[in-house]
């Protein structure tokens, strides 16, 4: 099968001189959901503009389902396959009102004007706006424009969602319909991110970049629980895993800790160097539990992409 996202070879330089990206290969597969991690400086967020097409690499090779990435005319081609939801919604929203910036991508892609207001309307609904078409951006509360900022590029309908740290500076009850929000996408999902709920919640995979190099590719708990690897790339153990690991320190299964609404299940065992480690795991919210599927280790112990 063709994957959705294939990379290689690709390296980057901004044109102060410094090195973004270096040797990049990666393949994502299609209705995966992939989470980048990594101090800032990294290279996530470059990664995910090159994968857009709004910066060009000279060396290396991008190509979405296939087909590669290279030239103004592919990059606008891919518009409605490829979605960018910015870090900051301010910088996706520019328009006098909701319905203008949500219609903005349907009107470029020549669309007529009924299903144009027809996407919007889709759009709006599936991030629980509906009736804000009149309302002005900017007035808007920040977990409102960053579900408008989803709903710019839901109403693409694109195959493929590229999310830059889309949890960030929003309370804690807007973050979990953001969330939510992302984990209802039924496509590909590429999301940069410091949020460690978000990555239990959605990810299947977990790239961890430094440098502007990737040092690991693995399941969420396994790299979040490799406490060396973390700290040797500019990261630290999420304070839920570390909590949890020291809790359970013995042989005994099945721990269930309870913060607030949320519940993580674990399941500890040791690894081949005699480690323990966290063998299984789950997490999810008291209210939306059908949501969020628990993860079940393959037969070797390593959690299985997709799964």
Known sequence: MIPAIKIDHLSFQYGN???ALRDID????EGETVVFI???????STLLLLMRGLLAAPDGRIQIAGERLDGEKKVEEMAGKVGLVFQNPDDQLFCTTVFDDVAFGPV???????????RVDRALGAVGLAGYESRVPYHLSGGE??????ATIYAMEPGILLLDEPTSHLDPRARQEVISLIHSFAGTKVIATHDF?????????VVLFHQGSIRADGSPIHILTDEDLLRENGMAMPLVVRYLMALHSGEHD????HEHEHVYHYHTGEDDEGRRVVRHAHFHSHDDEKDHPHRHPDESGEFAAGE
Request: aromatic fraction near 0%.
């Open 38 to 44: 990594g101090p800032n400086g990294a290279g996530k």
């Open 108 to 118: 470029n892609m020549g669309l007529s004007q009924a299903e144009v207001t027809a």
């Open 197 to 205: 709920e978000l990555i239990l919640k959605v990810a299947d995979r």
């Open 17 to 19: 001189g410094i090195e």
């Open 254 to 257: 099945g721990l269930h800790a």
């Open 145 to 150: 424009k960053r579900r408008v900022s989803l």
């Open 26 to 29: 990666l393949e994502i597969a």
